[in-house]
Nanobody
Framework: QVQLVESGGGLVQAGGSLRLSCAAS??????????MGWFRQAPGKKREFVAA????????NYADSAKGRFTISRDAAGTTVYLQMNNLKPEDTAVYFC?????????????????WGQGTQVTVSS
């Protein structure tokens, strides 16, 4: 069983920064994961893709809304993925989820991901 645990969410003013973390454990995670992704879901809206990183090569993919402001990265041990969010806007307010995918490269397709964390709330005030 794979467990993904997000942390780092909170309340921040517009223009501020947050760094989200997602710690992965279980089922020899680093041997099978291909892509780690971050998604978000605002109240009343569908879950949407934010960013993804290829777990071995480090290549990345970003939603247009995240380009230039957000950076996805991973630690050297291969067990934690981060999302550095700068210049936050009120429209970034959402629950942020990390997810792990065992087959697809840098996909933004929600259904491609095999495991999900419980989410962490990010609230940006104007």
């Amino acid at each position: 069983q794979v467990q993904l645990v997000e942390s780092g969410g909170g309340l921040v003013q517009a223009g501020g920064s947050l760094r989200l973390s997602c710690a992965a454990s279980g089922r020899t995670f680093s041997y099978w994961v291909v892509t780690m992704g971050w998604f978000r879901q605002a109240p009343g809206k569908k879950r949407e893709f934010v960013a993804a990183i290829n777990w071995t090569g480090g290549r990345t993919n970003y939603a247009d809304s995240a380009k230039g402001r957000f950076t996805i990265s991973r630690d050297a041990a291969g067990t934690t993925v981060y999302l550095q969010m700068n210049n936050l806007k009120p429209e970034d307010t959402a629950v942020y989820f990390c997810a792990a995918d065992s087959t697809s490269q840098l996909t933004d397709v929600i259904d491609a991901y095999d495991y999900w964390g419980q989410g962490t709330q990010v609230t940006v005030s104007s």
